[in-house]
């Protein structure tokens, strides 16, 4: 069935590719459905031989909806050649390190193969500074990259180490030990992501390389960005380079959904690199997703106006509900708010707050993280199956000697097929638990005796291929041991068994919330203040132009019914706040 696009939708799709642009898409505007047409539209009437577009996002999820929305618009069997789908960090390393890696790295390859391999913090490599810093030890070459400003930046895995690393002076021999440690790395054939958009940066502003610039300009000379407002400043100085040398660029996003500060992202930044541009600006200013009454409660949050959403209701439908210690008390009523709904989903900051309605415990050790993964898994349950493969593979990981990929439930680098290890990792679970560790109500000592035994033999069955055997040659001779002062305690007694919900209550971060639909969303607030940035509600209304005031935004515009947030028991002042906003305190 044809869709029927809006005057707003349709003038980004008729919009010219021989201009920049910038679609600012409100939350629930449809801008995938929008982006998808838009690419397939110009697909059809491609004709310019080998050169292409290149469509990108920050996460190969995104990647794959995309490519499935534009699939519906084309002809079955049609090619994408010459053009690209893929995600930021893929385009750039294979478009512009990958084929000058001699040039940039001085890497002379292994055989034919001269290709960078990505390492990451926590992953095993020996290349290392001569001397030690802040007390903290000789620092290896993977655990700090040069931003786009020559400043080196510290990301060891630690958040401690790097706070202590990162606010170091440097003298000069510091910076010439450490860039000997990366120039020593870069030459084995090993870089970080960071390190990857250096070598892209060096490259795009080294005159020696212009006409290999001009060439890639003219292969890809229109360059759509989606969730635009992700984009670090390296990421924008790469596109100015590009820009600077011909291509058009579309900015496709919401500034007011930029919630990755951590990796240097500011909107401002977007929002300045497209005033200097001189983009054209459009806009998706109905949202298909909400009630108004949901539309206007974010609005208040970061400012943001003219927003049209769905019907307005009489009856409030953003409530706020107290808890007195622990969120998890609320379960009982979540289940009658959401009663009658399907897709209903507890949103928080991180992941503490969410492990709180899956287990007694605060922190898991790698132990525990196995013993959780078995007891949530459950193929029939698509976020139990999810949670219980990502710890399973936080789990494996752990015991690993290499770095693995992001976003592939910590798929080892190694492997080539994030498939065949998602299959890998649910296979082996399956297994785990059919052999006797979805007995809980052992011991630890016992259970610990029977997993290592277990956990052994993985890399020897049928469902193993070689290349993940090979990659898990570790867990060969894995040692593990029961949590401290608990060998005599029942596993299941430390785990908990959080109350059971007669209805689907999903759970995510923010962060992993960012983009969906919900039935029901009911975004967790911590009980203090001045934990992790943008986990308490004060914070969320104290600014509309903070990064916390972005998260309660991003949050609070995934429903279509009923927006709730979950705080600890309100003063009176602090109630009136909250109703000045759009909320009904229950």
Same mark, same amino acid.
């Given at each position: 069935m044809a869709i029927e696009f809006t005057g707003e939708q349709l003038e980004y799709i008729n919009s010219s590719i021989k201009e920049h642009v910038f679609l600012e &898409?409100? =939350?629930?505007?449809?801008?995938t459905e929008v982006v998808a047409a838009k690419v397939a539209q110009e697909l059809k009437s491609w004709n310019a031989g080998t050169t292409g577009i290149a469509v990108l996002s920050f996460s190969n999820s995104a990647t794959d909806e995309l490519t499935k929305r534009i699939s519906k618009y084309l002809s079955p069997g049609n090619s994408m050649y010459p053009h690209f789908l893929g995600t930021f960090d893929s385009f750039i390393y294979q478009n512009i390190v990958n084929p000058l890696a001699t040039e940039l790295t001085g890497f002379a390859g292994d055989g034919n193969d001269s290709s960078i391999r990505i $390492?990451?913090? !926590?992953?095993?490599?020996?290349?290392? *500074?001569?001397?030690?810093?802040?007390?903290?030890?000789? $620092?290896?070459?993977?655990?700090?990259? @040069?931003?786009? !400003?020559?400043?080196?930046? @510290?990301? *060891?895995? +630690?958040? $401690?180490?790097?706070? *202590?690393?990162?606010?170091?002076?440097?003298?000069?021999?510091?910076?010439? %030990?450490?860039?000997?440690?990366?120039?020593?790395?870069?030459?084995?054939?090993f870089a970080t992501y960071r390190d990857i958009e250096y070598l892209a940066l060096n490259a795009l502003s080294d005159d020696n390389l212009k006409h290999f610039v001009g060439l890639l300009v003219k292969r890809y000379p229109l360059i759509i960005i989606d969730e635009c407002q992700d984009l670090s400043e390296e990421q924008l100085a790469i596109l100015q380079a590009l820009a600077d040398n011909g291509a058009q660029l579309h900015f496709i996003g919401d500034l007011?959904?930029?919630?990755?500060? @951590?990796? +240097?992202?500011? =909107? +401002?930044?977007?929002k300045q690199f497209v005033k200097t541009n001189k983009f054209t600006s459009l806009k998706l200013s109905r949202n298909f997703r909400s009630c108004q009454n949901i539309v206007n409660l974010c609005s208040m949050i970061t400012g943001r106006d003219n927003i049209t959403g769905n019907i307005s209701w009489l009856e409030p439908r953003c409530l706020v509900i107290q808890y007195d210690k622990c969120p998890t008390e609320l379960i009982k009523t979540f289940e009658e708010r959401c009663n009658g709904f399907k897709h209903n989903v507890i949103v928080s900051r991180g992941h503490s707050i969410l492990r709180k309605f899956q287990t007694s415990a605060t922190k898991l050790?790698?132990?525990?993280?196995?013993?959780? &993964?078995?007891?949530?898994?459950?193929?029939? #349950?698509?976020?139990?199956?999810? #949670?219980?493969?990502?710890?399973?593979?936080?789990?494996?990981?752990?015991?690993?000697?290499?770095?693995?990929?992001?976003?592939?439930?910590?798929?080892?680098? !190694?492997? %080539?097929?994030?498939l065949a290890w998602r299959r890998f990792l649910c296979k082996s679970l399956e297994y785990l638990s059919e052999h006797g560790l979805q007995d809980m109500k052992t011991s630890w000592s016992d259970w610990v005796k029977l997993s290592k035994t277990l956990v052994r033999t993985l890399i020897n069955l049928d469902f193993c291929t070689e290349a993940i055997s090979t990659a898990l040659t570790p867990l060969n001779k894995v040692n593990l041991t029961s949590p401290v002062g608990l060998a005599k305690k029942e596993v299941i007694s430390f785990l908990g068994s959080t109350a059971k919900t007669t209805i689907s209550l999903s759970k995510s971060t923010i962060h992993g919330a960012k983009g969906e639909t919900h039935d029901v969303t009911i975004v967790v607030s911590t009980a203090k203040s001045g934990g992790q940035p943008g986990s308490h509600w004060v914070s969320w209304l104290s600014d509309p132009e903070?990064?916390?005031?972005?998260?309660?935004?991003?949050?609070?515009?995934?429903?279509?019914?009923?927006l709730i947030w979950a705080v600890k028991k309100l003063k009176a002042k602090e109630k009136e706040e909250l109703e000045k906003v759009g909320f009904k305190v229950v």
């Open positions: &898409a409100c =939350p629930g505007s449809g801008k $390492v990451e913090p !926590s992953g095993h490599l020996g290349y290392q *500074t001569q001397y030690q810093y802040g007390g903290r030890g000789k $620092v290896f070459a993977h655990q700090f990259s @040069f931003n786009g !400003s020559n400043e080196i930046i @510290f990301e *060891t895995g +630690d958040s $401690v180490k790097n706070r *202590t690393l990162n606010a170091l002076a440097l003298e000069g021999w510091q910076e010439r %030990d450490l860039l000997k440690a990366k120039i020593k790395m870069l030459e084995g054939g007011h959904q930029a919630i990755y500060g @951590f990796r +240097d992202v500011e =909107p +401002d930044k977007v050790n790698n132990i525990q993280q196995l013993a959780l &993964a078995i007891k949530q898994f459950n193929p029939n #349950n698509m976020e139990a199956l999810n #949670n219980s493969l990502e710890l399973f593979s936080e789990f494996i990981r752990y015991h690993l000697k290499e770095s693995c990929k992001p976003r592939s439930f910590n798929c080892p680098q !190694s492997v %080539d097929s994030n903070s990064e916390a005031a972005r998260f309660a935004y991003v949050a609070s515009s995934r429903p279509q019914h009923y």
